[in-house]
C-alpha cells in the first residue's frame, strides 16, 4: 500500500511562485512514474507534468515554461515548482503514483493519488 501527502498550496497573486511537495511512502520501486494533476472547479482533471526518472519529464503545454517537475533521489518525494503562476491555474492539485512494473514484471498495478491541495491565484 501506497500513501501520498501534499503540502505547499495556498493563495498567490498573479505572477507569484508556488512549491508543491509530495511525500509517498510505501512499497515501490524509485523510478516509478509519478505525476502531478489538477481539478478546476466544472472541469475535467488533467494533467500538469509527469516524472518517470530523472530526465523524463513531460508538461502540459499550459504549463511549459513555467512549471518544473522534480524528485529527491530516493525517489520518494516529488516536487512542482510554479512560477509565473496565472488565475487560469486555479485548482485543486492532486500527486499520482501511476501502476509500474519492471522488466521482471516487479511492481504493482494500481493508481495511487493523494489527497489533494488547493492552489488559488488572484488576479
Known amino acids: ?15 507569484g511562485s508556488l512549491r508543491l511537495s509530495c511525500v509517498a511512502s510505501g512499497n515501490f520501486f ?4 509519478m505525476a ?3 481539478q478546476a472547479p466544472g472541469k475535467m482533471r488533467e494533467l500538469v507534468a509527469r516524472i518517470a526518472s530523472p530526465g523524463s519529464t513531460t508538461y502540459a503545454e499550459s504549463v511549459k ?18 512560477n509565473s503562476l496565472k488565475p ?9 503514483l501511476e501502476p509500474y512494473r519492471n522488466i ?3 511492481g504493482h498495478d494500481d493508481d495511487y ?3 489533494g491541495t488547493q492552489v488559488t491565484v488572484s488576479s
Do not use: H, K
Not at 501534499?6 to 498567490?12: A, I, K, M, N, R
Not at 524509485?30 to 512514474?33: A, F, K, L, Q, V
Open 104 to 106: 521482471n514484471g516487479l
Open 65 to 82: 515554461g513555467r512549471f518544473t517537475i522534480s524528485r529527491d533521489i530516493a525517489g520518494n518525494t516529488v516536487y512542482l515548482q510554479m
Open 36 to 38: 502531478w494533476w489538477r
Open 1 to 15: 500500500q501506497v500513501q501520498l501527502v501534499e503540502s505547499g498550496g495556498g493563495l498567490v497573486q498573479a505572477g
Open 88 to 96: 487560469e491555474d486555479t485548482a485543486v492539485y492532486y500527486c499520482n
Open 30 to 33: 524509485s523510478i516509478n512514474p
Open 113 to 115: 493519488w493523494g489527497q
